[in-house]
């Protein structure tokens, strides 16, 4: 079952951390996002996932085969991952591009949420809302849509642990509970 | 239930109308894992202690550990019905249960849900209450000085409870605790008429924690037999309820009861019983990983019982103007809590920790059970620490005597074994203590009234009872209560409201009745 809030590891978030706050002494906070959301995406493929995180190959090796990759990526980066080899702490690749967008989005006072909907929306429409969630929660709130035909019709926001239910179901949910909560006329 | 549709459609426009339309935010978060009745949650972001949340389908949880990137919670229905990766939704309320008049006659869970049933309780939103509630304060209380009757003689004469006092039961299993409350509760009937509306008529809240669901359908149908279900309520967590609505359903029912204590009104909670509540919390919290202590209990079992029965409380008449929560001054909470003992080992964890708490207790012993004497108090060991002050003048001159000429003749008692001449002192004093120890014997589901009580120890105290034998003690009991009722009616009022000692007259009528009913048993 997918999750509709993304969870990041606190080991990964602590690493996202410390890196954002070089990345920003840097000035390259732009540069580095980029480079860690391609991190994340290239180890994520099994097979790459599977030379790294296994132990058939030397420490040496592995990192012999990632040096090509480094070289197109941010010095500061560079240096991040050697000290991940070095710390043997691999799995936080996995994580830091999600993890490091969170921390940039914290930051910024944006934040991302689901749009869950039973027909896609229209940009404009997104926008509105995501204009209107944002006034409610005092952010930027960057949403993605998501189809849930069970929702009948509405939306459903989830921004974080917040949730905004305006669907059909949601409604029909509460009533359901408001009649089986009210006393029956004797 | 007969339900017409036009009816159902009239409900049906109401709710509709009275829909609102608003979207409003919730707290989420999501089931990270679930198992033995556990479940830690990622998100909730602004969930306090003890909120309750929203697992769908019915299931609810408390959330009891707030972590640094989880939450852990207890789950309160069955846990197979959660799922990983399951939305979850935050309350924004602390765990309430729903109090008030409307509960009186029902038998609820731990969450205040009826489950006998006979429908909804028809309670609102205003009659929810947080099952945690800070107890009065100390100015908000006032001493402890106006009888709490339990009908039975061997209490109300040598360990007499008072109302707002906290009273422990302590014995092993098939000792008759159980039996103690429910004829606590029967004659609570003689305070108000068994009528809930009248002011004076105690409200008695039994709380059944970890027992067997038959034992709580007994107790209920034996209530509603003997009309005592009209002023009681019965929150049942039962064995087969999960450990977080066992150990939760104590702190419900003291709730329920302090709705009661705060309009004025008198209330005795009987807890039945707390050592399997303390299991019940043991359980719950290592599994949330909390360190273990003493006999792997978690280290505030301590107090999860001292918070629980500190509520109980007899309110000062002037604690409405000292905190408006209180709707009336006067009121009280009367804790009787139950420990059952293994093997008669008072000196275990739990039963010290809550002996401690309370302002006495009342041992149950197996071999006085098996030797006959029931209720199988021992007078010796059991103590009341506040309820002296709280005995109607009479009965503390006419008992006064009774718990000394006890110990003595069960001091006799074992020497008496040894050799067969004694003297006539102690002869007498060995006379006097058997005939004692039958007056204090009673039937089960008997109660007896106070006045009556009093009557019946007057002649064991006075000698009256020298003459017969032992074994005539109870005929002669019943006899003699019947002669009095029926020659002198006004006996018993002027017993209960005797400022001293009995009325002179009426001990004289008391001597006479002793002598024409021995006359007729032919002693």
Not at chain 2, 84 to 110: D, M
Not at chain 2, 253 to 277: A, N
Request: hydrophobic content about 40%; charged content about 25%; aromatic content about 6%.
């Amino acid at each position: 079952m997918s999750s509709p809030v993304a969870i990041s590891n606190p080991v990964t978030r602590r690493w996202a951390e410390a890196l954002y706050e070089v990345a920003q002494k840097a000035n390259a906070v732009e540069d580095i996002q980029r480079d860690t959301e391609r991190l994340s995406s290239e180890v994520s493929s099994p097979a790459v996932a599977a030379f790294l995180f296994g132990s058939s190959v030397s420490q040496e090796v592995r990192l012999s085969k990632f040096e090509p990759l480094l070289n197109e990526l941010h010095p500061k980066t560079q240096s991040f991952v050697r000290l991940l080899f070095e710390r043997r702490r691999l799995d936080v690749l996995t994580g830091i591009g999600q993890a490091f967008k969170e921390k940039v989005y914290a930051e910024t006072g944006r934040v991302e949420g689901i749009c869950e909907v039973v027909r896609p929306l229209s940009d404009e429409d997104l926008s509105g809302l995501e204009e209107s969630v944002g006034r409610r929660l005092g952010k930027t709130v960057v949403l993605s849509q998501r189809t849930v035909p069970e929702l009948i019709g509405g939306v459903r926001v989830i921004v974080g642990a917040r949730l905004f239910d305006a669907s059909v179901q949601g409604r029909l949910e509460k009533l359901r509970e408001r009649l089986m909560s009210s006393p029956l006329p004797s | 239930m007969d339900l017409r549709p036009a009816e159902v459609t009239s409900i049906l426009e109401k709710e509709i109308e009275g829909f609102s339309q608003d979207s409003g935010m919730q707290s989420v978060g999501t089931v990270l894992s679930v198992g033995d009745g556990v479940a830690r949650v990622y998100g909730l972001d602004d969930c306090v202690m003890n909120e309750l949340l929203e697992f769908g389908d019915g299931v609810r949880g408390v959330a009891l550990n707030l972590e640094e990137d989880n939450v852990g919670c207890v789950l309160l229905g069955s846990a197979t019905k959660v799922k990983e990766g399951q939305q979850v939704k935050g309350t924004g309320r602390i765990i309430s249960v729903p109090t008030g008049p409307q509960l009186l006659g029902r038998v609820v869970n731990a969450l205040g849900d009826p489950v006998d049933g006979k429908g909804p309780l028809g309670t609102s939103e205003e009659d929810l209450r947080p099952i945690e509630q800070p107890a009065p304060s100390v100015v908000e209380r006032q001493p402890v000085d106006t009888p709490m009757q339990t009908g039975i003689k061997a209490i109300d004469a040598m360990i007499p409870i008072g109302r707002g006092q906290r009273e422990l039961i302590i014995g092993d299993r098939q000792t008759g605790k159980t039996a103690l409350l429910i004829d606590t509760i029967l004659s609570q009937k003689t305070t108000g008429g068994g009528d809930p509306e009248n002011p004076s008529q105690v409200i008695c809240i039994y709380v059944a924690v970890g027992q067997k669901q038959s034992t709580v359908v007994d107790i209920v149908k034996r209530l509603e037999a003997e009309g005592a279900m009209k002023y009681s309520i019965v929150v049942s967590a039962s064995a087969i309820d999960e450990a977080s609505m066992q150990y939760l359903s104590c702190y419900a029912g003291c709730t329920m009861g302090e709705r009661f204590r705060d309009e004025g009104r008198d209330v005795v909670i009987f807890y039945d019983d707390l050592y399997k509540q303390a299991l019940a919390y043991r359980q719950v919290m290592l599994l949330l990983r909390r360190p273990p202590g003493r006999e792997a209990f978690p280290g505030d079992v301590f107090n999860l019982h001292s918070r629980l029965l500190e509520r109980a409380a007899r309110l000062s008449d002037e604690a409405p103007k000292i905190n408006p929560r209180y709707k009336a001054g006067g009121g009280s909470l009367t804790a009787l809590p139950v420990v059952e003992t293994q093997e008669g080992d008072v000196s275990a964890y739990i039963p010290t920790n809550v002996i401690s708490i309370t302002d006495g207790q009342i041992f149950l012993e197996g071999s006085l059970f098996n030797a006959g004497i029931r209720p199988a108090v021992n007078a010796g060991i059991s103590v009341s620490r506040v309820g002296g002050a709280a005995q109607i003048p009479p009965m503390k001159k006419t008992a006064g005597s009774l718990r000394l000429d006890l110990a003595q003749y069960r001091e006799l008692q074992a020497f008496a074994q040894f050799g067969s001449d004694l003297d006539a002192a102690t002869q007498r004093k060995l006379t006097r203590g058997e005939r004692l120890v039958e007056i204090l014997k009673q039937h089960q589901y008997q109660p007896v009234e106070v006045a009556d009580q009093v009557m019946v120890i007057f002649a064991g105290t006075s000698g009256a009872l020298d003459s017969i034998l032992a074994s005539d003690v109870r005929e002669f009991e019943k006899q003699y209560i019947a002669y009095m009722h029926d020659t002198h009616p006004e006996a018993a009022e002027a017993i209960r409201t005797a400022k001293k000692d009995i009325p002179d007259e009426v001990k004289a009528q008391l001597k006479a009745a002793a002598d024409v009913i021995k006359k007729q048993m032919g002693a």
